[in-house]
């Protein structure tokens, strides 16, 4: 059953499946960063820590290459003629993310990389210390990019956040990673829409740099951090 949460006219979340959700205005941005498509737990066992941790909506692998496509042909619908999407993947499925694009309607601007500082302790194989970043466009002559710096480059290195004793949703993106790829991509006033928004932080990004934005969570557990984090709690 779908729910709406309106922080203001300009900013909610919507909790339902994106695959079930027509939105009345197209977006100028869609960031979205997916569930892994790896029986992913949550973190857990991956950082080592206490049971603290929200329950995550997981895409099983047999499922993951229909998932992936449906995501990109709904961002491309809902998406202006210039439009831009950010999608992020981590490398276990990156050819399956990869061909889904290649068969999309998008056209890659850049691949880049998030070298964040550490990963998990491993013995047999090297630690997998980075996450990949597509940015995608509809339009290869018609599109938003503001430069964030004179030489930027396409790896980038930004520290994971780690919020101790908070009940945290899997593998929350840092702040700083968030606003970059929003600041690049788009302006203030434009709407930026996020299909699978997670604890929040694309919305939380998008309150302080003046854009709009629309979430879309299908984990209704999630609600909790997501009011924390934009610090509109229950009342």
Same mark, same amino acid.
């Not at 949550?42 to 047999?62: I, Q, W």
């Not at 999309?104 to 550490?118: D, R």
């Not at 995608?136 to 964030?148: H, I």
């Not at 309150?207 to 934009?230: D, F, M, Q």
């Given at each position: 059953?779908? &729910?709406? =949460?309106?922080?203001? +006219?300009?900013?909610? %979340? =919507? ?36 049971? !603290?941790?929200?329950?995550?909506? /997981?895409?099983?692998? /047999? ?5 992936? $496509? ?21 490398? @276990? @499925? ?6 889904? %694009?290649?068969?999309? #309607? ?8 998030? $070298? ?7 013995? &047999? ?13 509809? !339009? ?5 990019? @503001? ?6 480059? !396409? ?11 908070? &009940?945290?949703?899997? @593998?929350?993106?840092?702040? /700083? ?5 929003? #600041?690049?991509?788009?302006? $203030? *006033?434009?709407? %930026? ?11 939380? %990004?998008?309150? &302080? ?5 629309? *979430?879309? /969570? ?7 951090? =997501?009011? #924390? +984090?934009? *610090?509109?709690?229950?009342?």
């Amino acid at each position: 059953m779908s &729910r709406t =949460i309106e922080f203001d +006219k300009d900013h909610k %979340v =919507i909790f339902n499946d994106f695959r079930k959700v027509k939105l009345g205005e197209q977006a100028d941005l869609v960031f979205a960063d997916p569930p892994f498509g790896i029986d992913f737990k949550g973190n857990l066992l991956t950082y080592h820590r206490k049971p !603290d941790a929200l329950s995550y909506e /997981e895409v099983c692998k /047999e499922e993951y290459p229909s998932f992936t $496509k449906s995501l990109l042909e709904w961002s491309c619908d809902t998406l202006k003629a210039s439009g831009s999407m950010w999608l992020l993947s981590g490398w @276990n @499925n990156l050819k399956t993310v990869l061909d889904a %694009v290649e068969e999309s #309607a998008f056209h890659v601007l850049n691949h880049c990389i998030w $070298k964040y500082q550490f990963g998990v302790y491993t013995t &047999r194989r090297f630690t997998t210390s980075h996450y990949h970043l597509l940015l995608l466009v509809k !339009d290869e002559s018609n599109y938003t990019f @503001n430069k964030p710096e004179h030489y930027a480059e !396409d790896v980038w290195d930004i520290k994971r956040p780690y919020h101790h004793g908070i &009940r945290t949703a899997g @593998n929350e993106l840092p702040d /700083e990673l968030v606003q970059k790829c929003v #600041a690049t991509s788009s302006n $203030k *006033g434009d709407l %930026v829409v996020d299909p699978v928004l997670g604890s929040g932080t694309t919305m939380k %990004v998008c309150l &302080r740099t003046e854009r709009r934005c629309i *979430g879309i /969570e299908v984990n209704p557990a999630l609600e909790e951090r =997501i009011r #924390a +984090k934009l *610090g509109f709690h229950t009342t």
